[in-house]
């Protein structure tokens, strides 16, 4: 859907538009998020947003972006196109440098995870562990429960991306491209996840 707003302003506005979005963006392109040269690139200014989503259609709802880049977009909404467009270059990489598509371990890692162990103690039926490394000293505290079937002892807690490690023994599998739906998905507030799994090896387990 065009834009009503950009069609009625004179050729000098749309040019003081695209330099006040440049230095509100650092002057780099909403989706790749690569430098913006007026010399040297073709660039759009596109809704954020999309109108058919309820975007406004104001410069509060505008974005520059290189054209080839808008062009080549995966989605309507800038900024799903924007987390695609990191998921594919993720991909590239790891298939440049390994040979294979991404696996959960190459994402946290391009997103500062897997970087800290967690220091923890179990007291009664509760664990106990804060995020030093963070500058978190808090304790945070939650109760522990016990499988009947397995005899399997499991809590739920929030944790820093930091402390997430991959184990790829239990999940050797890549990330396919079928992830865009999820993504899309997860993003609009509406997840088809279930609640992410985890464990934690205490130093004897590792000695065994």
Not at 50 to 58: F, I, Y
Not at 188 to 204: C, D, E, S, V
Request: proline share 4%; net charge positive.
């Amino acid at each position: 859907m065009g834009s009503l707003y950009l069609t009625r302003i004179k050729p000098n506005e749309r040019e003081e538009l695209i330099k006040k979005l440049l230095e509100a963006q650092n002057y780099k392109c909403f989706i790749c998020r690569e430098k913006v040269d007026l010399t040297l690139h073709q660039v759009d200014i596109d809704h954020v947003v999309p109108l058919k989503l309820g975007g406004k259609d104001d410069p509060s709802n505008f974005a520059i972006t290189h054209s080839s880049c808008n062009r080549s977009k995966q989605d309507s909404d800038l900024r799903i196109a924007r987390i695609l467009h990191n998921f594919s270059k993720i991909s590239e990489k790891t298939l440049r440098e390994k040979g294979v598509s991404p696996n959960l371990s190459d994402i946290l890692s391009e997103y500062g995870g897997s970087r800290y162990k967690l220091k923890f103690k179990i007291e009664e039926k509760k664990i106990k562990f804060s995020f030093p490394e963070l500058g978190s000293n808090s304790i945070n505290e939650y109760p522990i429960f016990v499988d009947e079937l397995s005899g399997f002892r499991y809590f739920f807690g929030l944790f820093p991306i930091e402390y997430l490690h991959h184990d790829e023994r239990i999940n050797p599998r890549s990330i396919g491209k079928n992830i865009t739906k999820l993504i899309k998905e997860f993003f609009l507030k509406r997840p088809q996840l279930h609640i992410t799994l985890g464990y934690i090896i205490t130093k004897m387990e590792l000695l065994k």
